[in-house]
């Protein structure tokens, strides 16, 4: 698998040898991201592969290099060539103190908002068992099963319901 650091995407980019997809989710773009990447979040990469370039090099960033790695074995069964995955994403491009755009109005990244809605849902849980119905301690202890089942299966099922929420969503011009 092909891959290069930022600083040589940097100078791809400079010089126009390069485009860049960025397979993150749009809350997590909107939040931070290369000034000329084209937003094409993973889950939604095959079905919208026709939008890139089949004669130009494809660069891959994400956070840190997971996501387009998996993004580029996916171009690569889609026949697609010249793929280089981003090795340390977004996270080594703002280490290496590149230029980083971010929407005036980006929502909170997926990460914060699975943790405020985690945390107000084991506090509600908690005042309710206490000032309503003991009962209500379920609800807690159903969200700290989640969180758990989460952290085994890198997964979340809060994350991507809440990616699919209107504010994560780009706003249509």
């Excluded at 998996?70 to 280089?84: I, P």
């Amino acid at each position: 698998m092909s891959e290069c650091t930022v600083l040589t995407l940097n100078e791809k980019l400079k010089a126009g040898d390069a485009q860049l997809i960025d397979v993150r989710d749009y809350s997590e773009f909107a939040g931070g991201r290369v000034a000329t990447a084209k937003l094409i979040p993973l889950d939604e990469l095959e079905k919208r592969s026709q939008e890139i370039d089949r004669t130009r090099p494809i660069y891959l960033m994400c956070r840190t290099g997971r996501r387009s790695a998996q993004a580029q074995q996916r171009l690569k069964r889609l026949g697609f060539t010249d793929v280089v995955n981003v090795t340390g994403g977004l996270e080594a491009w703002k280490k290496a103190n590149l230029p980083v755009e971010r929407n005036e109005n980006a929502p909170w990244s997926l990460e914060r908002q699975v943790r405020f809605a985690a945390g107000s849902l084991v506090l509600l849980g908690v005042l309710a068992s206490v000032l309503v119905n003991p009962y209500f301690v379920w609800l807690a202890g159903l969200v700290g099963a989640g969180l758990v089942f989460a952290a085994v299966t890198d997964t979340c099922a809060m994350g991507m319901l809440l990616a699919k929420m209107p504010w994560n969503k780009p706003v249509a011009k």
